[in-house]
Structure formats: C-alpha cells, structure tokens
C-alpha cells in the first residue's frame, strides 16, 4: 500500500495536485490519489486487500481510457450520472478500453466491479474537493447467484486431490491451498496470509488474523488436513527462505523461491491444475473453492448457523445461498421422480 505522499494531507494541496492531474491528463497522479483516498478514508483503510487496490486501478485506467479516448475528449471534474451510465452501455456493448479487454463484453458482475472502483475515484475527487460524485446504478444481473459462483461437485473434488496426491512438494503444497479454501472454507486472501504461527495443530484449530473486513475468527481443522498440514511444515523447512513465516511458499523462480506466494501465483496454478484435469470452465477460480466448502458444510450439517460461523459470515443470510447450490441435493429430487 502507498504511503501517501504530503500533498494529499494538505486539503488545499490537495485540491491543487487533483485539477492540475485532470486538466493534465495525468493518470498516474490520479491513481495516487485514489490510493490515497482508500488509505485514509475509505470503510477498511490501510486493511484494503491488494486484490480490491488492484481491481479499482483497473477500473480508473479503463474509465480514464474512455473518457480521454480519439472519438470524445470527457472533462473528467464535471461528469453526470447521464455520462457514467453512457460508459456503462459502453462496458456492455463493446466491452473494456484497455488493450488487454478491447472488443470484450463484459458481464454484469465484471461491470459493477469497474463502476465501484470508478465510484471510489470520484469519492477521491470529492475528498480533494475537486469534483462530485455522480449518482449511478449498476445494471443488474438477470443471473441468480447459485448460478454464477457454482460449487464443485464431489467427484471433480474427489478428481483434483487425487491429481494432486504426489509426493511432490508443489502438489503437497497445492493439496493443502485446496483443502483450506474447499473444506476449511478459508478465501485465497486468507490462504496466502496464513504464518505457521497461526496454527495450532494440537488443537486442530488455525487462526485467520485478518479476514474480509479486517475481521478475525478461528476455524477448526479435520483430523486429516491437520496431520496433512503438519507433514507439509516438516518438508516446507527443507525449502523455506530465511526468517519466512508464511505456510505456503514459492517453490519456482531464483528470487521467488521459499519467499511467500501471492494470491496471483496460486490463482494461475489452480488454473493449471484444472486445464490439466479438464475442468469446465465454470468451475476455474479459487473462490470457487470456497463455494465448494460452503456447500459441503451445508449439505453435512444442513444448519446455516454453522455454515456462517465456520465460513466467517456475519449474517446467515449470506450463507443461505448455500442451501441452493447443493447440485447433489437437486439430482437426488430429479432422479426420484423416476422411481
């Protein structure tokens, strides 16, 4: 995270550096601003997780691709909810602005990550008091969310330990991202910021320090992801960098190798793990996973006050969704119909 720099404490300062950067056409100086802003004055401040800081600089260069592109020149301090909801049908039609996302339509839940991250640039500018926040709305998804984040099912599960239940360190170390996020219901954010001082085997218990929010919860193990675990920690010292403390390390790369992994690195080497094993696309991801585990507790304790307290949720009404992606549960229905 960016230590803001003394402009941005001096509201008139402030102020200055964020016209001078619109007028300039300065997209570097208005990142800075924004990840000034989300340090000091958004809801999780300096806890903001790299993965959000990333995907709103993402959503700020496209919008300023937009806004400044060859075919309108957009004053960026005065804009109205009429010019967001025309870069919205933009998204939609013709997808992103950037070279990675030229021609590619975006789908609604891409779309409302780029308008949040463009709505925390305009609370930025209102913050330096150089522009307003225009009111706008994200279009809606048609699509139930049961639909969008599937769960694996049990035997593609059963599959992808089984592909991964080698004797060599990169699956051993694989295996267990999997079983944390797919079991003991854990998110990649919290995956690759576990220290092997948060583990305390003998009780089967490991304490995720800074959840989503900053929050913190202790979450119990199985019998057998714990002795999974604690044979990983024996071979890990073999690999481990000086003085690392993270549970799971780089096993590639000179200047990678034994440091901790970053939720990017483990995020394309599930993605490998699943090409290898010809996975549906719907099923790519890591948080999938953590749908995974939600649906497995469920299905397991059918109490969706256990499901939040072991998945972290404060309201049990998001783990509801849970209750509707049990796939298992709906082709025992279908196939009794049959009888």
Same mark, same amino acid.
């Given at each position: @995270? ?29 990142? /800075? ?39 309108? $020149? ?24 950037? /070279? ?25 500018? /209102? ?37 991964? $239940?080698?004797? /060599? ?11 944390? @996020? ?39 193990? $199985? ?37 901790? @992994? ?56 998001? $783990? ?20």
């Amino acid at each position: @995270m960016l230590v803001p720099l003394t402009n941005w404490h001096d509201p008139a300062k402030r102020r200055l550096e964020a016209i001078r950067a619109a007028h300039e056409r300065n997209p570097a100086v208005l990142l /800075e601003l924004l990840e000034a802003y989300l340090t000091l004055k958004s809801r999780k401040r300096a806890t903001l997780s790299p993965r959000t800081l990333e995907n709103y600089r993402l959503a700020v260069r496209d919008y300023l691709a937009w806004a400044w592109s060859e075919t309108q $020149s957009l004053e960026i301090l005065k804009v109205s909810g009429d010019d967001l909801d025309r870069y919205i049908a933009h998204l939609q039609l013709y997808g992103g602005n950037l /070279e990675q996302a030229l021609h590619q339509r975006l789908k609604p839940g891409s779309i409302a990550t780029y308008l949040a991250g463009v709505r925390a640039f305009y609370r930025a500018l /209102e913050w330096a008091n150089a522009a307003k926040l225009p009111q706008v709305h994200s279009p809606r998804d048609p699509t139930p969310p049961e639909e969008r984040r599937p769960a694996l099912p049990e035997d593609l599960y059963k599959q992808l330990l089984n592909h991964l $239940s080698g004797t /060599e360190p990169e699956h051993r170390r694989d295996r267990i991202a999997v079983r944390l @996020m797919a079991e003991a219901g854990l998110r990649i954010s919290e995956v690759i910021n576990l220290q092997v001082d948060d583990l305390s085997l003998a009780e089967r218990l490991l304490l995720v320090r800074a959840g989503k929010g900053g929050k913190q919860r202790t979450v119990p193990l $199985s019998k057998s992801l714990a002795q999974e675990i604690q044979d990983w920690l024996k071979l890990r010292l073999a690999h481990a960098a000086p003085n690392e403390q993270s549970l799971l390390i780089n096993l590639g790369g000179r200047k990678a190798y034994g440091r901790a @992994m970053t939720d990017k690195s483990l995020r394309r080497i599930l993605n490998q793990h699943y090409r290898d094993l010809g996975f549906p696309k719907r099923y790519y991801g890591a948080h999938m996973l953590r749908h995974t585990a939600g649906t497995r507790i469920y299905k397991k304790s059918r109490d969706l006050h256990a499901t939040a307290r072991l998945l972290g949720h404060a309201n049990v009404n998001t $783990s509801a969704i849970y209750a509707k992606m049990d796939l298992a549960g709906l082709f025992e229905v279908v196939d009794r119909l049959e009888e």
